[in-house]
């Protein structure tokens, strides 16, 4: 899970999303209605809040990030350049509440699955691969300082065997990061469903991460059963 990417890949363009819902909170997430997200059923479908919004790195392709937040975002563009330069600050606000944890998000990543990954587990030296890939600078950044020892726990996960990883870390500019990430591999690819918050706001945002987990389903694992 690339965090770090996020912040490539979020010009103004790319952002065609409908701003006409009421944001949540992380306090309201157990009160409201959810419905399946099926925007990559080909791949898997999860239950989340309704009026969260979506942002898919590469909608055209079955690899890359995919962006689950609580917030409405106004995309249309004022061609006054002064207008355009302040709306290009409020995304950086929002990129960074998705990515401190201040507004609830989480994120699905896609990639192709390496040498001992499948829906049946991971083998030890995959799981050593999984957990270093996490935990490292492509991630996290430049030199990252885990704190203590990641926790890592074999979860069944949207219809396979996969693996729950959840550590904390001190990243640039001293903010000490949290992560739990749950992560399985079924037909050639691995899928990484994150939350990664700033440390003070993890446990409120984790029961809702843990509700939506829960009814992850990966649709190669159910074909395959």
């Known amino acids: 899970m690339n965090i770090q990417s996020l912040t490539r890949w979020m010009p103004l363009g790319v952002l065609a999303l409908v701003s006409t819902v009421v944001a949540q909170t992380a306090t309201d997430l157990h009160t409201i209605q959810y419905k399946t997200y099926q925007g990559n059923r080909d791949q898997f479908t999860v239950e989340v809040p309704q009026g969260w919004q979506v942002i898919d790195q590469s909608p055209y392709s079955n690899t890359g990030i995919i962006a689950f937040y609580s917030q409405p975002i106004e995309t249309t563009i004022d061609r006054d350049p002064v207008i355009a330069q302040q709306q290009h600050q409020a995304l950086i606000a929002l990129l960074n509440d998705m990515t401190s944890g201040r507004l609830p998000t989480f994120f699905a990543e896609r990639y192709e699955a390496g040498k001992g990954m499948a829906c049946n587990g991971f083998d030890a030296r995959a799981e050593k691969k999984k957990v270093k890939t996490f935990t490292g600078a492509a991630a996290l950044g430049r030199k990252p300082k885990i704190v203590g020892e990641p926790e890592v726990v074999a979860v069944d996960f949207g219809g396979c065997r996969g693996l729950k990883v959840t550590f904390s870390a001190k990243i640039e500019h001293g903010q000490t990061m949290k992560m739990q990430v749950y992560t399985a591999a079924v037909d050639g690819l ?36």
């Open 190 to 225: 691995t899928y990484d469903f994150a939350l990664f918050t700033e440390e003070q706001y993890f446990e409120q945002n984790l029961p809702w991460f843990e509700r939506m987990i829960g009814t992850v389903r990966l649709t190669a694992a159910a074909q395959a059963g």
